[in-house]
């Protein structure tokens, strides 16, 4: 079992940065694809970014690429969040995958985080 706690959202102004991490507790947490999915309000869940378990394989979403980059190490993921739009305001959560390897379909993914408030003023 993989317990995930999301930290580091607030609020910011258009263009800033923050930047998020999820802390994972569980013996097997470094050996999980991990990824970042958001939800504005009235919107479905969407993808942002994801990282397989050794950091080799990474993708993000069109809508962040070149803004956003997400790493890893053994007890935490983060989600480095530049050039923020206000578009970008969303509940942010991490997910665990449950196997080794990255996805950007929510369905692959078996332990979620209670997520994160994000929200950018324009």
């Known amino acids: 079992q993989v317990q995930l706690v999301e930290a580091g959202g607030g609020l910011v102004q258009a263009g800033g940065s923050l930047r998020l991490s999820c802390a994972g507790s569980?013996?097997?947490?470094?050996?999980?694809?991990m990824g970042w999915f958001r939800q504005a309000p009235g919107k479905d869940r969407e993808f942002v970014a994801t990282?397989?378990?050794?950091?080799?394989s990474r993708d993000y979403a069109d809508s962040v690429k070149g803004r956003f980059t997400i790493s890893r190490d053994n007890a935490r993921v983060y989600l480095q969040m530049n050039s923020l739009k206000p578009e970008d305001t969303a509940v942010y959560y991490c997910?665990?995958?449950?196997?080794?390897?990255?996805?950007?379909?929510?369905?692959?993914?078996?332990?979620w985080g209670q997520g994160t408030q994000v929200t950018v003023s324009s």
């Open positions: 990282i397989s378990w050794n950091g080799g």
């Open positions: 997910a665990g995958s449950g196997n080794r390897w990255s996805s950007t379909i929510p369905y692959d993914y078996h332990y």
């Open positions: 569980g013996r097997t947490f470094s050996n999980y694809g």
